[in-house]
């Protein structure tokens, strides 16, 4: 290895510290691809992070009856709508706290955090009343059996009664987030996650003191572990090392900031619920051609979501450099940080997508070895992997507006790749050309590449850079 090789690994691990430590928050200036790796890594292990909360749960609960996991599944239905509302308010908390830092304004964006806490505290208290007020008739509206809503009704109770955490988790994260501070909402998830694993099967077995809440008991350790996240999270703004300094005189409500993150928050809640209800539908479509089918499809998505997890984390860092460096009035090298983390996000997606190509069989297999969901579920990996180049771009531009504060183009490519055009196409080909399960499967991969073009074409148009937030 050349004395120069050994200089770039060295600085690479440096980076790779330095982004872990969050040693750096202000990425208008510099190398723009330092600052993707800088922001992307601690991003790429929060994703990670959030993905194992579902993981853990279901593992421990499955130990205690059908009934209690399908009451998880259920109710996590029900959270969706939540986490609508949280990821919209989020897209706008990091787009309006990273305009302000970069206009080197760390006031304004505690401001923005105040309203932002303000804004998600009130909607999670509505949705707590009726949540503690109505979990068995919730569950029986989802469909649930009335032994099932007598064993888990305390679950739902406990999980929307309490979910102003995972509300606030979302949130603060979205503020560390356009701050520049991403080392810190990875750090307050590991902490959350690290204490749900702990404390999971204390609460659902039982443990001295400690009686056996069973799947209850999940509930009663999720909300600790994030609840615990979230102080964690509020003592770093109030008295810690973040750029974004919460004071007690701050604590009062803007309407003009909140009413300009709620204008920002409905294009995200709307990008949110047009893809989730497309999945819906996808799925009610597979549902058609048999319970095998179904099942290798969903574990093939299942796969697909954990390695898009990258993606979403090199998407997100590309969000705080545009918010950042249109703040600093920089909109050439916001657009230049785009391009940039498209490409490495391009690069990462094709090499993933070689991989799907040859060994999609064998990764299916280490899930199931009925041969029917093996073929159906290794068909879907290999055509969505066709189509993974076209992810990597996507994801980075529809983040890129949104950091901008322009929710409301990705809402609308949304719209029309996904309703307009991937639902009609996927009934076409499955249904009325008769190509079934590959119908579906080649549908959601033109839709990504529909989102790619249409994406790539509208971010050069240029308009995001005039958004004021």
Known sequence: ??????????QLFLHFT?????????FTTGSIRKAIFMLSIPMILEMLMESIFAIVDIAFVS?????????????ESVITLVYAVAIGVSMAATAMVARRIGEKDPEGASKVAVQAIFLGVIIASIVSVIGIIFPKEILEMMGGEADLIEEGYGY????????VTIMLLFLINA?????????????????????????????????????????????????????????????????????????????????????????????????????????????RIMATFGSD????????????????????????????????????????????????????????MGIVSVLYLFFAKEIILLFTDVPIVVKNGALCLQIIAAGYVFYGY?????????????????TTINFFCFWLFQLPLAYLLAIYFDLGPKGVFWAITAAQVC?????????????????QV
């Open 156 to 163: 739902t109770q406990i999980l929307l009664g309490g979910n």
């Open 18 to 26: 330095n982004a872990l430590k969050g040693t750096q928050n202000d």
């Open 63 to 75: 130990q205690v009856s059908t009934n209690a996991v399908a009451t998880i599944g259920l109710t």
């Open 175 to 283: 503020i560390f987030r356009g701050a520049g501070n991403a080392s810190v909402a990875m750090k307050a998830l590991i902490l959350s996650n690290g204490l749900n694993i702990i404390l999971d099967p204390l609460f659902i077995f039982g443990f001295g003191p400690i009686p056996a809440f069973g799947v209850e008991g999940a509930a009663i350790a999720t909300t600790i572990g994030r609840g615990t996240a979230v102080l964690f999270q509020l003592s770093i703004l109030f008295y810690g090392w973040s750029v974004i300094k919460i004071k007690w005189n701050d604590l009062v409500l803007r309407t003009d900031i909140m009413l300009n993150l709620l204008r920002i928050s409905l294009g995200g809640i709307g990008q949110f619920i047009i893809g989730t209800s497309s999945w819906i539908i996808l799925m």
């Open 451 to 467: 989102i790619a073009i249409v994406g790539m074409i509208v971010f050069k148009k240029g308009k995001w850079k005039a958004v």
């Open 293 to 348: 089918v179904l099942a290798g499809y969903t574990i093939a998505i299942r796969v697909v979501m954990f390695t898009l997890l990258p993606c979403w984390g090199m998407s997100n860092a590309a969000a705080t450099l545009v918010g950042q460096n249109l703040g600093a009035k920089k909109p050439e090298r916001a657009e230049t940080s785009v391009w940039k983390t498209g490409k490495y996000n391009a690069w990462f």
């Open 394 to 410: 996507g994801m980075v531009v529809i983040q890129s507006f949104n950091g901008a504060g322009d929710t409301q183009t990705p």
């Open 1 to 10: 290895m050349s004395e120069h090789q050994k200089l770039t690994v060295k």
